[in-house]
């Protein structure tokens, strides 16, 4: 009689529970030695105290993928994520997680169960983005299941392996310097009441539900600054998208702007007998505007400027490409967009870096070289009047090249 711990299949990494108790035998597969090792003590104690149920200890009980999903959900996802995430995360369990292996123990499913899921997914018409971000949320699930030493490994790792995601290069739009003050002129003579929400726009690479969130008490005008402190989502006021947040440098003229926007809806407020909103941008009856409506007359504008649709957030990105068209450091640039990491300024707007490439090779070229060189062109004699220049060309014979060389 007594309880054992040790692997099935040696080095297998997967330990198991043996129990030999009143001539009856019984075995689990827990998940790593740490985990065993606890449930072994526990069916001990409990076996000393006499109260033992070979049938029922609560360790030896499978442990369904869907139980410990509900529970990661309401531990970790609605403690720490926001309630666009935790919704987004309770629908891809309810659509297509929980029906396939919901039923089954966490401790056993296998990779070839995650890959099977994958191409059942993708067999279904979603895209590869989607299903990957299927097997994100996966991932997370297994990983807090490897911390409370549940599993050995994460079955849903490198997913990327599995589904192949095409890259970001294309889907970075924005518009250029001239654009985007064609936009703006356009805004001021044609929907001038807009002016000050689409300069801000442009000014600080906010993102929409950041604009709407935006109060009057963000804005320092001593400072120069604005503090980014909240975002809306579907109705709901939040963190910045990072949880973080962030300071954007005001230019003048969005300074003087918005100093008018504030005087102007302060004497309206004043004249219906209401106090100044605390938000920046409100709707004509001054209540709360909606990210749905600024759609419509973002699109009027784009057409009255005969300006490509591109979306609304490209703003963001026309903010930051006009930084780095200026040779703002990336790091600033980063700051100001307020990314949790520069990595992602570098993989979304390092390639707009304006000969960066180019002068980076020339920095290879050794320095004497450089100077014989540029000897060399000074002491050479003028070139004949009857010929051309090498530069654009390309129509020389060899014998004529040879000549110049």
Same mark, same amino acid.
């Given at each position: 009689?007594?309880?054992?711990?040790?692997?099935?299949?040696?080095?297998?990494?997967?330990?198991?529970?043996?129990?030999?108790?009143?001539?009856?035998?019984?075995?689990?597969?827990?998940?790593?030695?740490?985990?065993?090792?606890?449930?072994?003590?526990?069916?001990?104690?409990?076996?000393?105290?006499?109260?033992?149920?070979?049938?029922?200890?609560?360790?030896?009980?499978?442990?369904?993928?869907?139980?410990?999903?509900?529970?990661?959900?309401?531990?970790?996802?609605?403690?720490?994520?926001?309630?666009?995430?935790?919704?987004?995360?309770?629908?891809?369990?309810?659509?297509?997680?929980?029906?396939?292996?919901?039923?089954?123990?966490?401790?056993?499913?296998?990779?070839?169960?995650?890959?099977?899921?994958?191409?059942?997914?993708?067999?279904?018409?979603l895209s590869p983005g989607v299903v990957?971000?299927?097997?994100?949320?996966?991932?997370?699930?297994?990983?807090?299941?490897?911390?409370?030493?549940?599993?050995?490994?994460?079955?849903?790792?490198?997913?990327g392996k599995i589904v192949k995601v095409?890259?970001?290069?294309?889907?970075?739009? #924005?518009? !250029? $310097?001239?654009?985007?003050?064609? +936009?703006?002129?356009? @805004?001021?003579?044609?929907?001038? =009441?807009? /002016?000050?929400?689409?300069?801000?726009?442009?000014?600080?690479?906010?993102?929409?539900?950041?604009?709407?969130?935006?109060?009057?008490?963000?804005?320092?005008?001593?400072?120069?600054?604005?503090?980014?402190?909240?975002?809306?989502?579907?109705?709901?006021?939040?963190?910045?998208?990072?949880?973080k947040p962030r300071r954007i440098d005001?230019?003048?003229?969005?300074?003087?702007?918005?100093?008018?926007?504030?005087?102007?809806?302060?004497?309206?407020?004043?004249?219906?007998?209401?106090?100044?909103?605390?938000?920046? #941008?409100? !709707? $004509?009856?001054?209540?709360?505007? +909606?990210?749905?409506? @600024?759609?419509?007359?973002?699109? =009027?504008? /784009?057409?009255?400027?005969?300006?490509?649709?591109?979306?609304?957030?490209?703003?963001?990105?026309?903010?930051?490409?006009?930084?780095?068209?200026?040779?703002?450091?990336?790091?600033?640039?980063?700051?100001?967009?307020?990314?949790?990491?520069?990595?992602?300024?570098?993989?979304?707007?390092?390639?707009?870096?304006?000969?960066?490439?180019?002068?980076?090779?020339?920095?290879?070229?050794?320095?004497?070289?450089?100077?014989?060189?540029?000897?060399?062109?000074?002491?050479?004699?003028?070139?004949?009047?009857?010929?051309?220049?090498?530069?654009?060309?390309?129509?020389?014979?060899?014998?004529?090249?040879?000549?110049?060389?």
């Open positions: 009689m007594g309880v054992k711990v040790r692997e099935k299949v040696k080095d297998s990494g997967e330990w198991w529970v043996f129990i030999n108790y009143r001539r009856k035998r019984a075995s689990k597969k827990i998940g790593t030695r740490k985990a065993a090792k606890e449930a072994a003590v526990k069916i001990e104690r409990e076996i000393a105290l006499e109260r033992f149920n070979l049938e029922t200890p609560e360790e030896m009980k499978p442990l369904t993928f869907r139980k410990y999903a509900e529970r990661w959900m309401r531990q970790h996802a609605e403690v720490n994520c926001k309630p666009e995430t935790v919704r987004n995360y309770r629908y891809a369990l309810d659509v297509n997680l929980l029906p396939a292996i919901g039923d089954k123990d966490i401790r056993g499913i296998t990779r070839d169960d995650v890959k099977t899921l994958c191409f059942d997914m993708k067999q279904k018409g990957k971000l299927r097997g994100t949320i996966l991932g997370g699930i297994f990983n807090a299941a490897i911390e409370d030493g549940l599993l050995v490994g994460n079955p849903a790792i490198r997913l095409p890259g970001r290069k294309g889907r970075v739009d #924005f518009l !250029n $310097p001239d654009e985007s003050r064609k +936009l703006l002129d356009t @805004v001021q003579e044609h929907f001038p =009441r807009w /002016l000050p929400f689409f300069l801000t726009a442009l000014r600080t690479g906010m993102r929409v539900g950041e604009l709407i969130a935006l109060q009057w008490e963000d804005i320092d005008w001593n400072g120069k600054f604005i503090e980014v402190r909240r975002a809306i989502s579907r109705g709901v006021v939040g963190t910045p998208k990072n949880g005001l230019s003048d003229r969005l300074s003087a702007v918005l100093s008018d926007h504030r005087r102007t809806m302060a004497k309206e407020a004043l004249a219906q007998g209401h106090s100044l909103p605390e938000r920046v #941008f409100v !709707n $004509p009856e001054g209540g709360e505007l +909606l990210a749905s409506s @600024v759609v419509r007359p973002y699109r =009027r504008i /784009l057409t009255k400027a005969g300006l490509r649709r591109i979306r609304f957030h490209d703003l963001r990105h026309s903010f930051a490409s006009a930084l780095i068209a200026n040779g703002e450091p990336l790091a600033y640039v980063k700051e100001q967009m307020g990314h949790s990491s520069i990595q992602i300024t570098v993989d979304v707007y390092g390639h707009l870096e304006p000969g960066a490439n180019r002068e980076a090779v020339n920095r290879l070229d050794d320095p004497e070289w450089k100077i014989q060189r540029r000897k060399t062109r000074e002491s050479a004699p003028p070139p004949h009047p009857e010929e051309t220049p090498l530069q654009g060309n390309t129509n020389i014979s060899l014998k004529e090249l040879a000549i110049r060389v």
